[in-house]
């Protein structure tokens, strides 16, 4: 007898995606440039489930179980700094980018933990609903690519 033992792994994730038209003022040049932005748009909420083979390897099934859109809009400010390059031209210049937002978002519904569950053999959603405003910080680098001639 050869008997084959399978592990399967579930999971689930919650995920969001923003959407936005950007509005920026700021210095133009400067070794250190300050700026304030506006946003407006909206955010995807979504619930996703795949189940897995062993070792959570080659995903056998998945399903988006539930989404949601909502829109927003908000403000932010950040500071960037030079690294290196010239901060005129730009040529080759790099910045440190440091930033936070503010986002006001619609109500929308969505899934968090315990509102999908199986009942009678049936799979049973239970979504939340709430606003969702939100505030974010963001650290990246800002590379400028000058193709001169």
């Known amino acids: 007898f050869l008997v084959l033992f399978l592990d399967y792994v579930a999971k689930k994730t919650n995920n969001l995606v923003n959407f936005h038209i950007l509005f920026e003022i700021g210095f133009p040049t400067g070794v250190i440039r ?24 080659e995903v056998i099934a998945s399903s988006t179980n539930y989404d949601d859109w909502a829109w927003s809009y908000g403000a932010g400010g950040g500071i960037e700094v030079l690294l ?3 901060p005129v031209t730009e040529m080759g210049a790099i910045y440190l980018d440091l930033k936070g937002r503010y986002l006001f978002g619609s109500e929308t519904t969505y899934l968090k933990e315990g509102d ?3 009942e009678q053999g049936e799979l049973v959603y239970r979504p939340s609903k709430s606003k969702t405003d939100m505030i974010t910080a963001h650290v990246g680098v800002r590379v400028a690519l000058n193709f001169a001639k």
């Open 116 to 118: 999908m569950y199986v």
């Open 34 to 57: 300050p700026y304030v932005q506006g946003l407006f748009g909206g955010e995807y909420l979504y619930t996703e489930s795949s189940v897995s083979g062993e070792n959570g390897q």
């Open 84 to 86: 290196g390059g010239d």
